[in-house]
């Protein structure tokens, strides 16, 4: 057994296995998603989480979508992908998503499902892997360091509000 916090469940992390996702996970890995990556604490301009993220990846890039089980209970996953750039050698592993169950948080899981992703990453040869997090992240960002990500790279976006154009207001009037 693990010591927890005392809100979190005794559980024997034996019992836990990080294997491929399957099909029939996908619908368990995007109900924890959605408890995890809602618009109000993680609001996104590039990538949204919804069931077509969970489903895409899945298709797409099924040898780098895994999950975290715990007596048949899905309490963590990682989906990613393989980058391939045309006339070069180099590949990039992309960690998309990481999410595990919060009353099971620093158990170790997370850490786990990563490196569960890199052992894939490496065995198709990717010479890099990267992740992202919001600035403000700090949790995932101290996580990601202790990992052996570093070289952080900062990205502005930028949005812009169209509810208060003119064109805006009429066009929704006339709809």
């Known amino acids: 057994m693990v010591p927890t916090d005392s809100a979190a469940p005794a559980i024997d992390t034996e019992d836990l296995e990080i294997r491929e996702m399957r099909l029939e996970d996908i619908h368990r890995v995007f109900a924890l998603g959605e408890r995890l990556f809602t618009a109000d604490r993680w609001p996104?301009?590039?990538?949204?989480?919804?069931?077509?993220?969970v489903v895409?990846?899945?298709?797409?890039?099924?040898?780098?979508?895994?999950?975290?089980?715990?007596?048949?209970?899905?309490?963590g996953?990682?989906?990613?992908?393989?980058?391939?750039?045309?006339?070069?050698?180099?590949?990039?592993?992309?960690?998309l998503w990481l999410g595990t169950d919060p009353q099971l948080r620093r158990m170790g899981i997370a850490r786990q499902l990563v490196e569960q992703f890199t052992e894939q990453c490496i065995d198709e040869g990717a010479r890099m892997m990267m992740v992202d997090t919001a600035a403000e992240n700090e949790a995932a960002i101290r996580f990601f360091r202790r990992q052996g990500y570093g070289k952080s790279v900062q990205h502005v976006y930028m949005s812009k509000n169209l509810t208060s154009m003119p064109q805006y207001r009429r066009r929704r009037k006339d709809a």
Do not use: H, N, P, Q
């Open 44 to 53: 996104s301009l590039y990538r949204t989480w919804d069931e077509y993220e």
């Open 77 to 95: 996953f990682a989906l990613g992908t393989l980058i391939e750039k045309r006339r070069s050698a180099w590949k990039y592993g992309y960690l």
């Open 56 to 75: 895409g990846l899945f298709a797409s890039d099924g040898d780098f979508c895994f999950v975290a089980d715990l007596a048949d209970r899905i309490v």
